[in-house]
């Protein structure tokens, strides 16, 4: 408080025109300092907020072509040198609809490569033929062979049948053959059709089978009961041969019920040693003959007996000698020992004979069926691989014939001959030609590679242009809006239009030029037909988006947009003032202001310090929406507002 109270006393004690001087001094200071801060603002152009119809378009520049054109291609396949031109018609030729009828020649293309390869080729083809033919006759062949060894194994199963049904009678014999299944596999492979004996195993499977797990012995076992001296079970083995391999044509039923490869199945004998349970054969004739001489053996005993009875009551009275009597026992002991050998006779048969009989007679006609199985399977085999020749030499031949044709095709497709009437121009489309742009230019000796175009006649009477639309605008255009259209060569004259296609993904061609850049093919139909339109000529298109009636605007560079607003710079006074404002829609040179702006405001076109030359930075904040950021390019100079114009 001194410091100012002696600040105070030092300024009175000053003389009066060093103070006028000091506040002179001071007011030149201070319009120095405003004309130097606004000096930059006062020099950045100006915009007068205007309010009345606004027109949404979307300007992009392209190419005319005919939206419907015939492209001649290359069709022959060639190497990477590809084919030479021999003959061409010259551009510009136009192509008449007698030459369509008379088939001209436009293109030739050098065959002589071809030609060498049909030579080559035919003799190929002739070898698959023989070897086709071959195969043929081999597999007729293989099939009669495999007729007669079927037919042969089949007979040797039928004779072992005879001497097994003559062994226990057919009665007994067809039980046996039925549990193990071997009659209904010799009935369907006995049909000596190898085809149908795949399914002979389905048969089989019907067949008993002992339950999981049960060890079944490998050989015959005779087990005696000492008490009775009688035959036990005596369980035989007969194993069945297993399933065939798959083969070609077979049914999936077929495979996929296949038995396991040996399945086992008990028999017992027992059961039929008796002769009310044989049937008429060679078991029951020598077991009826074993009981008939024990019968009779008993019969001289019984009698024998009654013999030696009454002797030995005479010889107790005294009526007959010892010698007499001891003869009647010897005849006795005689009778009973022709009894018990008959009775051995008969269980030794039982035990021993009849059974291994039996099961020699069972194994010789399994072990028939089994070759029977094995030279069926052997058929099948052989048979298989003989149709596997032939469908291999049925292939190569189809493989052949298919290049030879393919050969013929190639050499006529060196010929290109018109086929609808029109202009004849070199080459396909520019895209076409941008990509490839490294190729030889289309004339005659130069060299074209496959599916290349080698002439395009275009229908000039419905003719396109196509534009690459900036992914800011593809949202606004839709198929159907109209467009005007200027064809640079023809500045006065303007088209109209209508947009029929719109490319749902970005262009893959300018995703290597440019891969930050967005853009979609777009596809407008000129109107009408007009005979100064050609193919190739430079054009813009105006896509009529929307027509705004009544509605306040300025140009686009007016506004920017920081921390997800769209902001303007408003002249005001000494300093511009900061605004905020709600945008709609916009074009190239104009953008909507819904709220924020009045009618006649000055809007700057720059923000405050930038240069002339600096573009508006277009500040994006993490949150901000694309769709709310006017990303539309500075408009052109031409149409750029001067400063104060209202």
């Known amino acids: 408080m001194q410091k100012f109270a002696n600040m105070i006393g030092f300024i009175r004690r000053q003389p009066r025109w060093r103070l006028i001087v000091a506040l002179i001094v001071m007011a030149l200071a201070g319009v120095l300092l405003f004309r130097g801060g606004g000096g930059s603002t006062a020099k950045i152009p100006t915009f007068a907020a205007r309010r009345g119809p606004l027109e949404i378009t979307v300007l992009e520049g392209g190419s005319l072509q005919a939206l419907e054109s015939q492209e001649i291609k290359c069709e022959v396949r060639v190497g990477y040198q590809g084919t030479k031109i021999l003959k061409i018609v010259e551009e510009g030729y136009l192509v008449t609809d007698d030459d369509v009828k008379t088939n001209k020649v436009l293109v030739e293309l050098d065959g002589s490569d071809l030609q060498k390869q049909i030579v080559q080729q035919e003799i190929q083809y002739q070898s698959a033929v023989a070897n086709l033919i071959d195969s043929q006759q081999g597999f007729e062949i293989q099939l009669n062979q495999n007729q007669s060894d079927v037919k042969a194994a089949e007979q040797k199963a039928r004779f072992a049948r005879m001497d097994f049904d003559k062994f226990l009678g057919d009665s007994v014999t067809a039980d046996v053959i039925a549990q193990l299944g071997l009659d209904q596999l010799l009935a369907v492979a006995s049909t000596n059709n190898v085809e149908e004996t795949v399914h002979a195993e389905e048969a089989s499977v019907e067949r008993k089978r002992p339950p999981v797990g049960t060890k079944l012995p490998a050989a ?265 259209i200027t064809v640079d060569a023809f500045p006065d004259e303007v088209l109209t239009g209508e947009v029929t296609k719109v490319g749902v993904l970005p262009d893959s061609q300018n995703r290597w030029m440019n891969p930050d850049m967005k853009v979609y093919l777009t596809t407008i139909t000129v109107d009408g037909t007009h005979e100064w339109v050609k193919p190739g000529m430079s054009a813009k298109v105006e896509i009529l988006v929307k027509n705004l009636g009544d509605v306040l605007y300025v140009p686009v560079q007016a506004i920017s947009p920081s921390n997800g607003k769209q902001i303007c710079y408003v002249a005001h006074g000494f300093k511009p003032e900061r605004r905020a404002v709600e945008v709609g829609e916009f074009n190239d040179e104009f953008i909507e202001v819904k709220s924020g702006l009045k009618e006649g405001e000055r809007v700057l076109l720059r923000g405050p310090g930038s240069s002339e030359s600096d573009t508006v930075t277009q500040e994006k904040s993490p949150g901000e929406n694309e769709a709310e950021k006017p990303a539309a390019p500075a408009a052109p100079a031409a149409a750029t507002p001067k400063a104060g114009k209202a």
């Open 220 to 484: 015959p076992t005779v087990v005696t009961n000492a008490s009775t001296a009688k035959p036990a079970v005596i369980p035989v083995v007969a194993r069945v041969a297993s399933q065939p391999p798959a083969v070609e044509g077979g049914s999936d039923e077929a495979v996929a019920s296949k038995p396991e490869p040996s399945v086992a199945v008990v028999l017992d004998f027992s059961k039929y040693a008796n002769i009310d349970a044989l049937g008429d054969g060679e078991a029951k004739q020598k077991l009826r003959k074993f009981e008939d001489d024990l019968q009779v053996a008993q019969k001289e005993l019984g009698q024998s007996k009654g013999t030696v009875e009454g002797t030995r009551r005479l010889f107790d009275k005294g009526f007959v000698t010892r010698t007499d009597l001891q003869r009647d026992e010897i005849a006795f002991e005689n009778s009973r020992l022709k009894v018990q050998t008959a009775e051995t006779a008969r269980d030794l048969f039982l035990k021993y004979e009849f059974p291994k009989s039996a099961e020699e007679s069972l194994s010789k006609y399994a072990e028939a069926v089994r070759e029977f199985d094995k030279a069926r399977r052997v058929a099948i085999s052989k048979l298989a691989q003989a149709r596997a020749k032939l469908k291999s030499a049925q292939g190569q031949h189809e493989v052949q014939l298919r290049q030879k044709k393919d050969l013929d095709e190639q050499l006529a497709k060196c010929t290109l001959r018109a086929q609808k009437s029109g202009l004849v121009v070199y080459g396909g489309n520019r895209d076409d030609m941008m990509y490839y742009g490294g190729e030889e230019r289309i004339r005659e000796g130069a060299s074209v590679r496959e599916r290349q175009a080698i002439i395009t006649i275009p229908d000039t009477t419905r003719m396109s242009v196509n534009v690459k639309i900036h992914e800011s605008y593809i949202k606004k255009v839709q198929k159907g809006l109209k467009a005007r």
